[in-house]
């Protein structure tokens, strides 16, 4: 792969949101018409939607479609679409941004933040573009879902859409900077070493940091209905629950059953109560809860406003979770809601009448301002590279939570960072609005 390419492991479409400078239009008013369903009006726009940019002269501003895929110079990155008159620059849609090695805040434009430089090194880049090109129409299907999420629509997706925008975010989790170092630096216990090996040896991979790509390639490529037969394809017969230790395909089973976590979960999106904000990271993207060995929730944080939360499927089925495991989430039932499904054909007996035009229906869960500080205080017991927040004062009163939550639930949060710094630089912003608004 050629060499000074930055990609994002946080797309663009995300960061946008964390800018004071972002401001999102819905392009369409949804509203029930007669019969009880929705119907697409025309949303009366003045100027450019999705941000400002008061260069250039309107004739030669272009606009954009929803769902298009830009590529920027070569650069691995994407746009997603609201419609807009002129593509915006990305220095015009700064961020705070909180390095914790450092102990600073500053203000990054999103083109060279949440990303890294030259992420297929080693790489034929003949196979780095095949693969950022399926990344593309993946981006597309999550860029347009989580667009509806922040404007207001109504929330659908085909079972096509669901299963590209699942895949989206599986692939995101894994193509972060930490996991990527995992194989390029041969981070791995001496027992998963050894399973790679093995894994190495029977595809003929020569390097471990390989494996990282080649993985990537798989989940890709690769149908559900395939991804489900390679599945079964890592339980001993008559055996369900024990993974084979006999198992060869082609990808490394580690990440095959981190994949199956992903997709066998269902979709949630988790609205922020008035008051409260989601905070970003650079691992945000897949921070999970569980416990005992079993994943009760992914977290996707979209915007300060919104997380897409992958919820383990078997809490669909009674008191499963609660007897399968030690505790209970920390999240209650009021933020977990299987959507509505609008079959397309009119008679489903059974899964081999599902269709790929199949409509999920989902709903916004409000999460309150304590679940949001919860929320957020998991991904700070992370110790990240990178936070940003939006308002000063959601991040503060986010960081007085975690400092009573590391003390009063220290088993949840066993590391129990300290964010003194960040805090103390948060409260004096604060105080600088307080004085500038009473002088007004």
């Not at 995300?14 to 400078?21: A, E, G, P, Q, V």
């Not at 991804?227 to 008559?238: A, L, P, R």
């Not at 998991?378 to 975690?402: A, G, V």
Request: hydrophobic share 30%; proline share 3%.
């Amino acid at each position: 792969m050629s060499q000074n390419q930055f990609h994002h492991y946080i797309p663009r479409f995300i960061l946008k949101n964390f800018s004071d400078n972002f401001q999102l239009r819905p392009s369409y008013i949804f509203s029930p018409n007669a019969s009880g369903s929705f119907v697409q009006e025309p949303f009366p726009t003045n100027g450019p939607v999705g941000g400002t940019n008061k260069r250039g002269n309107k004739k030669t501003r272009r606009k954009k479609s929803i769902g298009s895929n830009i590529r920027n110079g070569g650069k691995g990155d994407r746009e997603d679409g609201q419609e807009i008159e002129k593509q915006a620059s990305d220095k015009d849609f700064p961020i705070n941004v909180y390095r914790t090695l450092e102990e600073t805040i500053t203000l990054n434009d999103i083109s060279r933040i949440y990303g890294i430089q030259n992420m297929y090194k080693d790489i034929a880049e003949e196979d780095s573009m095949k693969f950022e090109k399926l990344l593309g129409k993946l981006e597309s299907t999550s860029a347009q879902f989580v667009h509806k999420i922040r404007s207001g629509e109504e929330l659908t997706l085909t079972r096509t859409q669901l299963t590209e925008f699942k895949k989206f975010l599986a692939i995101m989790t894994y193509r972060v900077e930490h996991r990527r170092d995992q194989y390029y630096e041969c981070k791995f216990d001496a027992r998963t070493l050894l399973s790679l090996r093995k894994h190495m040896l029977h595809n003929n991979i020569d390097r471990v940091q390989d494996v990282w790509f080649e993985n990537l390639k798989w989940i890709i490529k690769t149908s559900h209905e395939e991804f489900i037969e390679e599945y079964h394809k890592t339980h001993d017969q008559g055996n369900p629950y024990g993974i084979s230790s006999s198992y060869k395909g082609p990808i490394h089973v580690l990440e095959l059953l981190d994949y199956f976590h992903t997709i066998y979960s269902y979709v949630c999106v988790w609205q922020a109560e008035e008051g409260s904000e989601f905070i970003l990271s650079n691992n945000c993207f897949g921070t999970f809860e569980g416990d005992n060995g079993l994943i009760f929730q992914h977290f996707y944080v979209v915007s300060p406003k919104y997380a897409v939360v992958l919820t383990n499927r078997m809490y669909m089925w009674g008191n499963t979770m609660k007897d399968m495991t030690i505790r209970e989430s920390w999240f209650g039932d009021e933020l977990r809601l299987f959507p509505e499904t609008v079959y397309f054909k009119k008679s489903v007996k059974s899964p081999e009448d599902y269709d790929p035009k199949d409509v999920f229906k989902y709903q916004r869960l409000v999460a309150s301002k304590e679940n949001v500080h919860f929320c957020n205080s998991i991904l700070l017991d992370t110790k990240p590279k990178y936070i940003t927040y939006k308002s000063n004062l959601c991040m503060y009163k986010t960081l007085r939570y975690y400092d009573k939550a590391k003390k009063h639930l220290s088993h949840s949060f066993p590391n129990g960072h300290s964010y003194l710094t960040l805090k103390r630089e948060v409260f004096a912003k604060l105080k600088a609005e307080m004085n500038r608004t009473h002088r007004s």
